[in-house]
Each structure stands twice: as C-alpha cells, then as structure tokens.
C-alpha cells in the first residue's frame, strides 16, 4: 500500500485526495483545524459561490500567465464540474454565478467530506505539519503528533489570507526548504485604504460606479468606508494596487460616479436645462448620496447653493473631473487578515503543469492557494482550488504507478 500525505484540509486538498485515493494507495489529509474545510463556509459570505458562467482566463492571474492555459483548460473545467455534480451538489445559477441550491457553504462540505468518507481518506486533525525532508524515495513529515513517512506529497496549505482559518503562510516556508522559489506574496480581493480628512463624511455610502487602475476597469456597487473603499469592483482591481504598494509606489485609484453617460459635462448641461431653479446641491443630489455630494464640492471647493449656470468654466470643469475621475491616494491596503486571496506563491515555472509536481522534488506535488494563481471575485478561486486539487490528485496517482 502506496501512502499520500495531504498537507491542508482545504478545497484543493479535499479534491487532491479525492483524486488521488484508489486501489493500494492510502491516503491522509493532516489539518492544524479542528475540522477540514473552514475556510470554505466563509466563501460567498456563507453561500459558496463556486463556479461562474464565465471562463474567460482573463479573471485568472498569475507572474507564469503564459502556463495558466494549461491548467485551466476546457476538459479539466468540465471534468471537476462533472465531479462536483456527482457529489450531489445542485447548482443554482445567478446571473451566471453558481452556488450551492441551499444557497449554503455547509453543504459543500458535507458532500466533499461524504466522498471522502466513501473514498476511506483519512484526517488527522490539529495536527500541524512542522518539516518535510526527502530520504530516498520517501517524504519524512515531522508533526506536532509525530513523524509520518509517505511515498507523495501535496501541499496545499494555502496562502497567507485570513490567518484565522489557518492559512497563515507556512506552507510557503514549507515549500522554500523543499528548495522552491517563492513569487512575492501580496493580499488580493481587499480592501484599500486612504488617509483623507473626507473618510469620516462618507462613510456609509453605497454608489453604482466604475473603477479604474493602470488600465484595468471594473463596474460595480462601491462601498466608501471610514477607511478606504470597498466591495467587489475595488477587489478585482485591488491586486494590482497591493503590488505596486509593495515596491514602493503610490497608486492612485480613480472613481467615475457617473458611469451611465460617456460626457458628464453635457449630461450636467442637459440636466440643468431640465431642471429649473435648482441649486448644484440639489442636482447632483437627485443622482448621488447627499454625504457623496457634500465630499465632491468641498474637493471642488464649490458652494452647494451655487447654481450650475454660474459656476465658472475652471470650476465647471473641476466638477467634471471629480464625478468622472475621482482621485483615491491609496495608502495601503486592509492586509492578509481582510483580504480574501492573494497573489504569488510557488512558481509555476518550477512545476510539470501537467500534474503540478514539483520539478526540484519527485513526488511532491502542489494545490490551491500556495501556487502562485488568484482569480477575480465570482467563484474563481475555488475553481482553482478544483482543478489544481485534481491535477495534483492525479499527478499523484500517475506518479505512484
């Protein structure tokens, strides 16, 4: 009998030993939690969102972009989709973005955990994995429970997001003493912070905007804290800002609340002459947060009682500018405790991208988080938990052939 070691009772892991279990080969999942699979109930605020409609590679990144074809390739999709509809799972699709019928992370989880059960895998729990060191043909795996021997390996640990569910980055410890190059590591799908004296005055405020950084824009629902800016359109934009941040630059963020019209100025000209007698105020209140308005003509340093027709062109075109590109100076972002993945990890360019096995390392294999891939918002990071997990899974089997 062949034994796999499974480090991390996560997505990726939880389908890295579904797909690596069979005939004359053992396998064990070893978690520091107390039960596998925490950090898959806080996905999609405890709906799990898992899947999503679209599959253009576009909402995956990673510093191997030209490698990520091979993974996420039209028969591994359909292959860990048909998978997870054998599990029992019933899809609902949302507007393309896929959960769980029950609406309810809970039974993801108990459909995984029923298949492992079914599959005879085994878990070691509140056990943390402290060494891995290759003697011959064997992994020896030193454990705050004792010391395991195994013929593979997976690590899927995770990366450094949400520490609280024990993806604290130790895995990349791990796999740096197994002698594998760490891309940099970054908080992704955050929040981002600002240090303005306005924060206060708009907190609160939800607004349907676009944003926009270094060319990439999203459209979205905005959240504007006491802090920064929030919610799923500042997310998708947020890895590029926390890696610029990291290397010492200053991004700036820009904002257009008005993301219905393709000339604001004459959408201004027109809603004047529309609308009789009324202040700036009261205009651009009847279209955004009154708290919003009270920020943007402070910024513009124009009275709320000023009427449109007299504002001077200098000051019209300030206007313009702060309802269509608002300037956010960022300063940092929420960090690995709020941010919901992050960028960078084990370099692809060390793995065979057909099976995620290491390249430095015969029969260690990785999965999920800890590679250096992130998705956007929409169940893209699960699904790369997934797929890695499966590859990893069967790399594994291949391997031990």
Not at 121 to 127: S, V
Request: glycine share 8%.
């Amino acid at each position: 009998m062949k034994e796999v070691l499974v480090i991390g009772g996560g997505p990726a892991g939880i389908f890295a030993s579904l797909n690596a279990s069979g005939d004359l080969i053992h396998v064990t999942v070893i978690d520091k939690n107390k039960e596998p699979l925490k950090k898959l109930l806080l996905t999609g605020n405890g709906k799990c969102n898992f899947w999503n409609q679209d599959q253009n590679l576009s909402h995956f990144h990673s510093d191997s972009k030209e490698l990520l074809s091979s993974i996420f390739q039209k028969q591994y999709v359909e292959d860990v989709y048909e998978q997870i509809l054998k599990m029992g799972i019933v899809p609902m699709n949302k507007e393309g973005y896929f959960y769980p019928y029950s609406m309810q992370s809970f039974t993801m989880k108990h459909a995984f955990l029923e298949e492992a059960k079914r599959k005879n895998i085994d878990f070691l729990l509140e056990t943390e994995v402290l060494s891995i060191v290759k003697k011959d043909s064997k992994f020896e795996v030193v454990t705050s429970n004792g010391i395991y021997l195994a013929d593979a390996v997976v690590l899927s640990t995770g990366s450094r997001s949400y520490p609280k569910t024990g993806s604290d980055g130790k895995g990349y410890a791990l796999a740096s003493s197994l002698g594998h190059k760490m891309i940099p590591v970054n908080p992704s799908l955050v929040s981002l912070e600002m240090d303005e004296s306005y924060l206060g005055s708009w907190a609160g405020v939800r607004s349907h905007v676009k944003v926009s950084y270094q060319g990439k824009m999203e459209e979205g629902e905005i959240q504007l804290t006491k802090n920064g800016i929030s919610g799923i359109c500042v997310f998708n934009i947020s890895r590029e800002v926390a890696i610029d941040l990291s290397s010492g630059k200053k991004p700036v963020v820009l904002i257009n609340f008005f993301p219905f019209t393709n000339s604001v100025g004459r959408f201004l000209d027109e809603q004047n002459k529309k609308v009789k007698n009324r202040n700036i105020g009261t205009l651009l209140e009847a279209i955004l947060n009154y708290k919003l308005v009270d920020v943007i003509l402070k910024q513009c340093e124009i009275s709320k009682d000023c009427y449109y027709d007299y504002l001077s062109e200098k000051l019209k075109s300030r206007l313009i500018e702060m309802l269509s590109s608002f300037p956010c100076k960022i300063v940092s972002t929420a960090g690995f405790e709020s941010g919901q993945v992050c960028s960078g990890g084990v370099a692809l360019k060390e793995l065979n991208i057909a099976s995620l096995e290491s390249s430095i390392v015969n029969g260690l294999f990785f999965a999920g988080e800890i590679l250096d891939i992130d998705g956007d918002c929409g169940g893209y990071n699960l699904e790369t938990a997934f797929i890695s997990g499966m590859m990893a899974g069967k790399g594994v089997r291949q391997f031990l052939k």
